[in-house]
C-alpha cells in the first residue's frame, strides 16, 4: 500500500490551524485519511500553545463552530495530525501550505508591512522542500510580492542546493475562511482562486484543492498569473472594508438623529 501525501501547514494561526484539521479530515471512498498532516509553528510560548492545543485534540482559538471541534477531535483520534516546531519536516512533504502573516509596522509615521516573518519562513521551505513539491502560499500579500520577493528567495535557496530554479513549484491560492458558525465550512464549502509559476504548479495546485473543496458547487477558478491571484484578494478585502466602513458611518449617523438603520 502506498504511503500517503505528507502535507504541511507553516503557521498555525486563525487560517493555518482550521486548514490543518480540513486537510487531515479528508478521507477516501473507503473512509481512511488521505493525508498525513504536519502543523508547523515556532517556538514561541504561542506558537507552542498552539502545537500542545492540537496535540492534545483542541482547537487553539475560541470558536462557535460545532463542526470544526468535531472535526478537530476526529483528526486527533485517527492519528494523522501531528504538530511540532521543527522546520526539518519540510523535506517530507509533497505540499506545503504557507499560512504565515504578514506584519504592517504602526510606530512609523506611515504604516509600513513587514515581509520580514514571511520572507524567514520561505526561506525555511526553501531550504529543505524537495524539487517536487508544492508550495502553496494562502497569505495574503502585496501584489507582485510572490514574484519579485519570495519566488526569488525560494530560486536562490534552490541554486544554494544544486536544484534546479525550473523545479521549483509554487502557487498562491488565497485563503476564505469565515469566522463564526460557518468557521470549518468556509474552507471547503466555498470559491477558490490559484494560479501557479508553471503549468506543472497549476495542475497539481488544482488536484490537490480539488480534495480538499467541494468542487462539485464551488469550482475552482485559475487566473492568468499569481500576481492575478494576489489581486483577486486584496479587491476582495479592499471591498469588504469599504462596505463595512460606509455602513457603518450610516449607522453612526442613523443612532444620533434616532432613526433604526435595519
Same mark, same amino acid.
Given at each position: ?21 480540513a486537510v487531515a ?28 492545543? %492540537? ?25 494523522? %495530525? ?86 521549483? %513549484? ?55 498569473s499569481i500576481t ?35
Amino acid at each position: 500500500m502506498a504511503s500517503k501525501n505528507v502535507i504541511c501547514i507553516q503557521g498555525l494561526g486563525f487560517v493555518g490551524a482550521a486548514m490543518a484539521i480540513a486537510v487531515a479530515d479528508v478521507v477516501d471512498s473507503d473512509g481512511n485519511p488521505l493525508y498525513e498532516v504536519v502543523g508547523v509553528d515556532v517556538d514561541t510560548p504561542q506558537g507552542l500553545e498552539r502545537i500542545s492545543a %492540537l496535540s492534545l485534540g483542541r482547537f487553539p482559538f475560541e470558536s462557535t463552530d460545532s463542526n470544526l471541534h468535531a472535526a478537530c477531535a476526529r483528526v486527533h483520534e485517527r492519528g494523522n %495530525l501531528r504538530t511540532t516546531t521543527d522546520s526539518g519536516v519540510y523535506a517530507e512533504a509533497d505540499v506545503v501550505i504557507v499560512d504565515v502573516h504578514c506584519d504592517i509596522d504602526f510606530s512609523s509615521a506611515a504604516p509600513d508591512l513587514d515581509l520580514s516573518s514571511l520572507r524567514f519562513a520561505i526561506k525555511q521551505v526553501g531550504e529543505r522542500v524537495k524539487s517536487e513539491t508544492l508550495i502553496l502560499i494562502e497569505t495574503t500579500v502585496p501584489p507582485g510580492a510572490i514574484t519579485k520577493i519570495l519566488i526569488p528567495e525560494l530560486t536562490d535557496c534552490f541554486q544554494k542546493r544544486g536544484l534546479k530554479a525550473n523545479d521549483l %513549484l509554487v502557487a498562491h491560492s488565497y485563503e476564505r475562511v469565515m469566522p463564526g458558525e460557518n468557521y470549518f465550512s468556509s474552507i471547503k464549502n466555498f470559491w477558490r482562486v490559484f494560479s501557479g509559476n508553471s503549468p506543472t504548479a497549476s495542475t497539481k495546485c488544482r488536484n490537490f484543492l480539488n480534495s480538499i473543496v467541494n468542487t462539485a458547487d464551488y469550482p475552482l477558478t485559475e487566473v492568468s498569473s499569481i500576481t492575478a491571484s494576489e489581486v483577486a484578494k486584496v479587491l476582495e478585502n479592499s471591498y469588504r472594508a469599504a462596505n463595512i466602513a460606509f455602513i457603518t458611518e450610516w449607522t453612526h449617523f442613523c443612532d444620533e438623529i434616532g432613526v433604526d438603520l435595519n
